[in-house]
């Protein structure tokens, strides 16, 4: 089950599952059933027979409520025979830990994803408009920061 199947990442987890002839549920709040990280009640059904889930909270995995979610979420899973778990997460961000924390915990085989800004934030994204008009700003100060493709992203085993 891929959590944001329709997302950047998502999307292109569950076109590589695909490729590879393997049965992928993708989950989104406009799916069928829609998954609500806001509504429990939407997580059941899509969890249902799955074996492995990868995890794109939204609206921010450093959100005040992320880590209780997470929580629920990945017992939910667990005791519903999810046997691996695939988290997006932050690279450099210290208030995404403890949900980090809790994946790790969960008992069952895990992979953490850190990734920084994704490339296709200036095609795909909130970037695209800047970028059409010829100016990015980002509060970067004289720190350089890597972009990742969203496609590595999905190319990633264990």
Do not use: C
């Amino acid at each position: 089950m891929v959590l944001g199947g329709t997302g950047k990442t998502g999307r292109r987890v569950v076109d590589r599952l695909l490729d590879q002839n393997r049965p992928v549920r993708a989950a989104s709040r406009t799916g069928t059933p829609p998954f609500d990280w806001a509504d429990q009640r939407t997580w059941p059904a899509l969890l249902e027979n799955a074996a492995a889930a990868y995890i794109a909270y939204y609206p921010d995995l450093g959100s005040p409520e992320a880590t209780a979610t997470i929580a629920a979420f990945t017992e939910l899973a667990v005791s519903g025979g999810v046997r691996r778990l695939v988290l997006l997460s932050g690279r450099g961000e210290e208030n995404v830990l403890p949900s980090e924390q809790v994946v790790r915990e969960s008992g069952v085989e895990w992979t953490i994803i850190r990734s920084s800004w994704l490339a296709q934030n200036f095609s795909e994204d909130f970037l695209l408009e800047p970028v059409a008009h010829g100016e990015v700003v980002l509060p970067t100060g004289q720190i350089r920061e890597p972009f990742v493709d969203a496609d590595d992203i999905a190319d990633i085993r264990r």
